[in-house]
């Protein structure tokens, strides 16, 4: 059974589209993780949400934390060729637990 | 700061043999993991460290060990290889525990067994 399940799997669309993936769980999260992994590399941290209902913006990338805490969603407008890669949702149910990844959404942009 | 090494980036084993995945950071992280990547999966933790001296199982600890002698290293050691080790090997580090701070990535370690 996976813990956080992400959604789409795969997505691509044209540069200059908005999208939205998701990241889905039956279990509360005291916090979740969007990281951004490009090939051949590890990935890396794009923010954090410990708040219910928060929200958080980074240039065009907007997160949301589900007002419940077990959900999560990334908002991209106006998609450009640099966002491509794999995104990964991770969280910890209680503070000091160890973090759970989502299997990722592979988001491919097209010029 | 060089963040998070890993060597070798590539390598290629036989089943049985055995080998060390070296994993070091600059960065005077307490915290330290080691993760695998399959194809279309997410990251699944092998073992963690809180400390210098101080190791824990993850998620799927069979077929690795770990020690961690110094807050810089954290190596990865497979002792009989089998096809099912075939995978992406990451190390991380965090300043804090997990969830509490971002946790850095190395650029991984590619293992094929035949």
């Known amino acids: 059974t996976q813990l956080l399940e992400q959604s789409p799997q795969f997505l691509s669309i044209q540069e200059g589209e908005n999208l939205t993936v998701y990241c889905n769980s039956s279990?509360?999260?005291?916090?979740l993780q969007w990281y951004r992994q490009e090939p051949g590399e590890g990935p890396v941290l794009l923010v954090t949400?410990?708040?219910?209902?928060e929200v958080k913006k980074l240039k065009r990338l907007t997160f949301q934390f589900g007002d419940a805490r077990k959900d999560s969603s990334l908002h991209i407008t106006a998609a450009q060729t640099g966002d491509t890669g794999l995104y990964l949702c991770a969280g910890e149910r209680n503070r000091d637990d160890k973090i759970i990844f989502g299997k990722g959404t592979r988001l491919h942009i097209l010029p | 700061n060089a963040g998070v090494t890993q060597t070798p980036k590539f390598r290629i084993l036989k089943i049985g043999q055995s080998m060390t995945l070296q994993c070091a950071q600059d960065?005077?992280?307490?915290?330290m993991y080691w993760y695998r990547q399959d194809p279309g999966m997410g990251l699944k933790l092998i073992y963690y460290?809180?400390?210098?001296?101080?190791?824990d199982k993850g998620e799927v600890p069979n077929g690795y060990n770990v020690s961690r002698s110094t807050t810089e290293d954290f190596p990865l050691r497979l002792e009989l290889a089998a096809p099912s080790q075939t995978s992406v090997y990451f190390c991380?580090?965090?300043?804090?525990?997990?969830?509490?701070?971002?946790?850095?990535f190395g650029p991984g370690t590619r293992l094929t067994v035949l």
């Open positions: 991380a580090s965090s300043p804090l525990g997990p969830g509490s701070n971002e946790q850095f």
């Open positions: 279990s509360v999260f005291s916090s």
């Open positions: 960065m005077n992280h307490n915290y």
């Open positions: 460290s809180v400390g210098a001296g101080i190791t």
């Open positions: 949400v410990v708040t219910g209902g």
